[in-house]
Antibody, heavy 121, light 110 residues
Framework: QLQLQESGPGLVKPSETLSLTCTVS??????????WGWVRQPPGKGLEWIGS???????YYNPSLKSRVTISVDTSKNQFSLKLSSVTAADTAVYYC?????????????WGQGTLVTVSS | QSVLTQPPSVSAAPGQKVTISCSGS????????VSWYQQLPGTAPKLLIY???KRPSGIPDRFSGSKSGTSATLGITGLQTGDEADYYC???????????FGGGTKLTVL
């Protein structure tokens, strides 16, 4: 059973860079044939897709966040990471990492528990 | 403003049936598979339906999905109080080259 776990600071100052890592267990990023993703959810609001990455490093980003987002992968550690620069209070959210099903890359089947990141001075 | 449009809320009595709609366009729902997610308060989303109408193992057949043109529908029969949650549709948008979600629908079981 694939498991994903987000980690990183829970508090980030405005204008700084938010950095999170997703550690994958029960499966291998390097042997997967789909994109691993990041999704966020501001308090009381809906889901917002941030972007996704393939084990080769190929990425897709949400056009509205593209200028501030970098997603990277470290297959040796079975991890992928998110960096969001120049954060503001609007970036306060629960951040989830997620993975599709092996038989269907069109959905997110496996989700981390989520980590709340608050942007505040 | 979400790319996919869902009603903000729906409600029905226990044991009844409810449907939740998800409206999009030719670049997203019209040309890609739709998935549905259930999110209970304080928890991560859970995949209910994928590839328009397939259920992952462990999801009861009370949950069903369908797609027609640029719209998709989630159906839930035999409503239970435990079904009270937020429901989201999602798909890929080929024009944006991005995954998109609906704004979410809050289901209340009266």
């Amino acid at each position: 059973q694939l498991q994903l776990q987000e980690s990183g600071p829970g508090l980030v100052k405005p204008s700084e860079t938010l950095s999170l890592t997703c550690t994958v267990s029960g499966g291998s990023i390097s042997s997967s044939s789909y994109y691993w993703g990041w999704v966020r959810q501001p308090p009381g609001k809906g889901l917002e897709w941030i972007g996704s990455i393939y084990h080769s490093g190929s990425t897709y980003y949400n056009p509205s966040l593209k200028s501030r987002v970098t997603i990277s992968v470290d297959t040796s550690k079975n991890q992928f990471s998110l960096k969001l620069s120049s954060v503001t209070a609007a970036d306060t959210a629960v951040y989830y990492c997620a993975s599709p099903r092996p038989d269907s890359s069109t959905c997110y089947h496996y989700w981390g528990q989520g980590t709340l990141v608050t942007v505040s001075s | 403003q979400s790319v996919l449009t869902q009603p903000p809320s729906v409600s029905a009595a226990p044991g009844q049936k409810v449907t939740i709609s998800c409206s999009g366009s030719s670049s997203n729902i019209g040309s890609n598979y739709v998935s549905w997610y259930q999110q209970l308060p304080g928890t991560a989303p859970k995949l209910l339906i994928y590839d328009n109408n397939k259920r992952p193992s462990g999801i009861p057949d009370r949950f069903s999905g369908s797609k027609s043109g640029t719209s998709a529908t989630l159906g839930i029969t035999g409503l239970q109080t435990g079904d009270e949650a937020d429901y989201y549709c999602g798909t890929w948008d080929s024009s944006l080259s991005a995954r998109v979600f609906g704004g979410g629908t809050k289901l209340t079981v009266l």
